[in-house]
């Protein structure tokens, strides 16, 4: 346990909601201490508070949103309004090498948990500040989500059939976006002290945390004057390159993309048409390009009576990529995800022993696990007040009747 | 641009070996260049495979003027070396004994003839940290499965949700726009690498680290892997909104996402609305109402809607604390004064095509400098200046390994 990357790293969490919490995850996962600090004085941390629930039955402790994203982490319950925990707080950090927060633009500082009064508390401290907008600029002050940032960052005007509609992409995916951009720049930031001893503060915006995910189209239009349009499963370059509609009802579909002339060559063979390969239509990835719609319409005839494992293993086979469009259940039950030990189950004291995503990554040296399950809310208050502060029970005990640690 | 980000920079001292075509590895690579690291690209003879895909000026295909070559690789220095012949895994060799982190995305089951197998170089090299990204992972039953992006989308389980609340169940799963599964290959990669240096910082010790495109991506699906794992529910793009207004609709001139999350913020978009009759009716009642009648209510607002431009409307809702966003345009994007007064945009001068403005730092760090120190490479632009003046390799090794077409 000693032996991970971030052990004897600690983090003062005060994260909500998705895109904070996705950040902290990847500390926890790389061996930080992670203290979450709630309240239950404020509207509660939203992913306690929406289904999925574990059995379809509410309670803050037995939401799947939260319990997935919080995994390895310690709660404690804090009454930010009240003078007495901020103080707590700023005793807390002076412990702490890392407080990160994703509350709107200058909420941090209003609670008195700015960064240079944390700064003049530890002068290392490491701070990420990750909002919609970021702290300065003449929209810091908007209210910022992961689904208006996909609308914002372009990629719901970039993502849609041709021919149709901007589409919505199906995720909030600005937001555990925003969470890994942050955990990067912790990483480089820890890195920075590591070799100068210098801490610091980063400003992160959401919204520009997505724009570093579009280049294609934004360079379409720096160099071009030119929107990139919307194409579908379509590539600029690639073709086929589509997910084909597979045997079976309107959820089974399989993706299949062919790179290059052998691949091509593997595809055809595979779809019993060796003579296709030699169709001047489809001869060169150009000629295949411009021929796309009548190649799909070939590689449906194809697949639209197969099942889409049959279809995906034959052409993997053959070195083609091919894939099922996987659903929650799909992931689920997946052999190899599975055999490469993905998920995490751990018994946590109110919903049991659940499937949860884990480590998407392995280390040889230092390998990572998740920990312990998300926390119960407030589990570590006491823990956490008795051995990092030093408080008595009773010093605890009066803090909580008068509602500083709630 | 920030003073600082002409200071020296602490992340001078980390030397990276990057090889591999395509965007996972170049893109983690370039996050840590961008702080100052020296990256060494190695490319395949021929060329990255980015500097075929564009977009180029006036669409003419350029190995030099490929955009996202160019928004990948600024800041490295560039060589060629095929590491597929024992001359060119020499060149490698030679590489690998001065870096720090090497970070690659070849195929797993092209590692071992290309000299990268991970074990193999966790054992020639301790102290090395190598980061592989691969679609699938280095084991387990897909590890030799080939996959690019959209395989990926659709293996992670995000395509599935895509484009969510969809009333074609004709129409595919989609992807979204991009390459997002290998940016965030190269994201994860690269920040699992810091955390790997930060440990042989401590311990001396180097390390390999596997990340699989299918399985980050697979951690990022919002609650819906939950929804099976906790409440057995499949999800589906078709189907409709958890909550509403969730809407993208027309404005005067453009598009804009219509979205009341919290109960105050529906009340103060009503209000500015003027107030309808229609919405105190039951239909919209509450916000899970509101996402059932999503169809009705996107057509009561939609007339209110198309009577505002979409910056201002933007501008007035976000005012009022209603989280709107516009449908933004590249172009939008270019023009925004947000942007702007952020110095979001890097400036870099690249021969050939000249002054072009990047997406620029992700993160605004107030200490560790960040800036765009150099063009991207022309394809082999340094093998001389570091294959002779900085390995030991002699100028007559270098044009013969050149015209037996290795570097």
């Not at chain 1, 000629?287 to 049959?310: F, M, P």
Request: aromatic share 8%; with cysteine.
């Amino acid at each position: 346990m000693a032996n991970l990357p971030l052990s004897g790293i600690r983090v003062l969490d005060f994260t909500w909601a998705w895109a904070g919490p996705f950040c902290t995850m990847q500390l926890a996962h790389l061996g930080a201490e992670v203290i979450r600090v709630e309240t239950t004085a404020r509207p509660a941390c939203v992913t306690r508070l929406i289904p999925p629930f574990a059995d379809d039955i509410p309670g803050p402790n037995r939401a799947g949103y939260f319990n997935q994203y919080n995994q390895g982490k310690r709660s404690i319950t804090l009454n930010l309004t009240r003078p007495e925990a901020i103080d707590l707080a700023c005793q807390m950090v002076r412990q702490c090498d890392i407080v990160a927060d994703n509350f709107a633009a200058g909420v941090m500082d209003k609670l008195g948990l700015g960064y240079d009064k944390l700064r003049a508390i530890k002068p290392d401290i490491i701070m990420i500040s990750m909002s919609g907008y970021g702290q300065t600029g003449p929209y810091k002050g908007f209210v910022g989500y992961g689904p208006p940032a996909s609308a914002a960052s372009g990629m719901f005007f970039t993502t849609g059939y041709e021919g149709g509609d901007p589409g919505e992409i199906g995720i909030s995916y600005p937001d555990p976006n925003a969470g890994i951009f942050g955990a990067f720049a912790l990483m480089a930031a820890l890195t920075h002290r590591a070799l100068t001893g210098e801490g610091q503060y980063i400003d992160q915006s959401q919204f520009e945390t997505a724009l570093a995910l579009m280049p294609e189209g934004m360079l379409e239009y720096e160099l071009n004057h030119r929107e990139p349009g919307r194409h579908g499963n379509h590539d600029p370059v690639m073709a086929p390159h589509e997910c084909y509609k597979a045997a079976g009802d309107d959820e089974q579909w399989v993706s299949i993309a062919v790179g290059g002339d052998d691949e091509w060559r593997a595809l055809c063979r595979v779809m019993g048409q060796p003579e296709l390969a030699a169709d001047p239509r489809f001869k060169t990835a150009a000629a295949r390009k411009q021929n796309e719609s009548a190649l799909d319409e070939i590689v449906t005839a194809w697949t639209r009576g197969r099942d889409r494992w049959e279809t995906a293993r034959a052409l993997q086979a053959a070195g083609v990529a091919a894939f099922p469009a996987m659903s929650n259940k799909d992931l689920s039950e997946d052999p190899h995800l599975n055999e490469r030990g993905y998920f995490a189950m751990l018994e946590h004291p109110e919903v049991g022993k659940r499937q949860h995503a884990g480590v998407p990554w392995k280390m040889s040296a230092t390998p990572c696990a998740v920990r312990s399950p998300a926390p119960v809310r407030g589990a570590d208050t006491e823990a956490v007040l008795k051995s990092m502060l030093g408080l008595t029970l009773d010093q605890i005990e009066h803090l909580r009747k008068s509602g500083v640690l709630v | 641009m920030d003073v600082r980000s002409q200071a020296a920079s602490p992340f001078g001292a980390i030397k990276i070996v990057e090889c591999g075509e395509g965007i996972p590895a170049a893109f983690g690579a370039k996050m840590i260049a961008d702080l100052g690291a020296e990256v060494i690209k190695v490319e395949p003879p021929g060329g990255d495979l980015t500097r075929r895909r564009g977009p180029f000026p006036g669409d003419t295909v350029d190995p030099e003027k490929s955009g996202i070559f160019i928004y990948l690789n600024a800041n490295k220095r560039g060589v060629v070396a095929d590491l597929k012949r024992p001359e060119g895994r020499e060149l490698l060799g030679r590489l690998l004994a001065g870096a720090d982190i090497l970070i690659h995305n070849v195929a797993p089951g092209e590692r071992a003839a290309q000299g990268l197998d991970s074990a193999a170089l966790r054992a020639a090299y301790p102290k090395l940290i190598v980061a592989a990204i691969s679609p699938f992972g280095e084991t387990g039953p897909y590890a030799n499965w080939r996959g690019y992006e959209l395989t990926v989308a659709n293996a992670s389980g995000w395509a599935t949700l895509s484009p969510g609340a969809s009333p074609y169940p004709d129409l595919p799963p989609l992807k979204c726009f991009g390459s997002q599964c290998e940016f965030q290959g190269g994201i994860h990669a690269a920040m699992v690498a810091l955390a790997a240096y930060m440990h042989r910082l401590k311990s001396g010790q180097g390390q390999s680290i596997d990340v699989s495109e299918q399985e980050v991506v697979a951690a990022m699906l919002e609650m819906n892997f939950m929804h099976w794992s906790y409440a057995h529910r499949e999800t589906s793009r078709l189907g409709s909104r958890l909550l509403g207004p969730w809407f993208i609709s027309d404005t005067a001139d453009g598009k804009i996402f219509a979205l009341a999350v919290e109960e105050d913020q529906w009340k103060r978009l009503v209000e500015l609305m003027g107030n309808p009759e229609w919405a105190n009716d039951e239909l919209f009642k509450d916000r899970i109402a509101r996402g059932q009648n999503q169809d009705a209510l996107k057509a009561l607002m939609g007339e209110w809607l198309s009577q505002w431009k979409t910056q201002e409307l933007y501008r007035e809702a976000q005012g009022r604390r209603v989280p709107f966003a516009p449908v933004n345009t590249m172009r939008d994007l270019y023009e925004s004064d947000h942007l702007a007064q952020r110095e979001f945009f890097a400036a870099l001068e690249q021969p050939g095509i000249g002054a072009m403005r990047l997406p620029g730092m992700p993160s605004k760090y107030g200490a560790t400098p960040w800036a765009l120190r150099r063009p991207a490479p022309r394809l082999a632009e340094h093998a001389e200046e570091i294959f002779c003046g900085e390995l030991g390799v002699t100028r007559e090794r270098l044009n013969e390994l050149r015209k037996t077409g290795v570097a």
